[in-house]
């Protein structure tokens, strides 16, 4: 059995209109989501063998204070692919990861986050901005995941987390 988390980029700023989309910083409510995310994953216990990231610097800026806050060190990827990739992309860059990992964080952008989600359980589901699925996948190799259909058995949104869920006092 494979797990697979699901991470849409934390909220960026449009503050600088000359500053291409690669390269949009997050804003101070993105800063704070990505904590929140990465303090859920540490008190849910969730384990991440593998990071595969968007190299985009609001994706890098997210799972940078994500695993700082969940206090996790995982091998972290950045793959231009990712990137404006549609689901079809990210399922050819998971259909490449070594069959040993046992639960993977991919760190992209929608429209393909929330199409891989729905390709993957479906079901649709909104992403917006910091939200983190987690999803469970029968199969023992990555490259197999679309034989059968996933189950969603978590999705949570950074600003409707409460804080007994993040470990806030």
Same mark, same amino acid.
């Given at each position: ?24 910083? %997050? ?13 859920? *994953? ?5 384990? @991440? ?10 994706? =890098?800026? !997210? @799972? ?7 206090? =996790?060190?995982?091998? %972290? ?10 689901? !079809? =992309?990210?399922?050819? *860059? !998971?259909?490449? @990861?070594?069959?040993? =990992? ?13 199409? %891989? %989600? ?26 197999? @995941? ?24």
């Amino acid at each position: 059995m494979k797990t697979l988390l699901l991470l849409r980029h934390a909220k960026s700023s449009w503050k600088d209109p000359s500053l291409p989309d690669f390269e949009r910083p %997050l804003n101070d409510r993105g800063r704070k989501a990505a904590e929140v995310v990465g303090k859920y *994953i540490a008190r849910q216990n969730i384990t @991440i063998d593998l990071v595969i990231s968007s190299p985009a610097v609001r994706a =890098r800026q !997210t @799972i940078d204070l994500v695993l700082r806050a969940a206090r =996790r060190s995982p091998e %972290l990827r950045f793959d231009q692919r990712v990137y404006e990739a549609s689901p !079809t =992309r990210l399922l050819e *860059i !998971t259909s490449q @990861i070594e069959d040993d =990992r046992k639960s993977v964080l991919l760190v992209g952008h929608n429209p393909g986050m929330e199409e %891989l %989600l729905a390709l993957l359980v479906g079901v649709e589901q909104h992403m917006p901005t910091a939200s983190l699925a987690k999803v469970l996948l029968s199969s023992k190799k990555w490259d197999k @995941i679309l034989a059968e259909k996933g189950v969603l058995e978590s999705f949570v949104k950074a600003r409707e987390l409460k804080p007994e869920e993040v470990g806030r006092r």
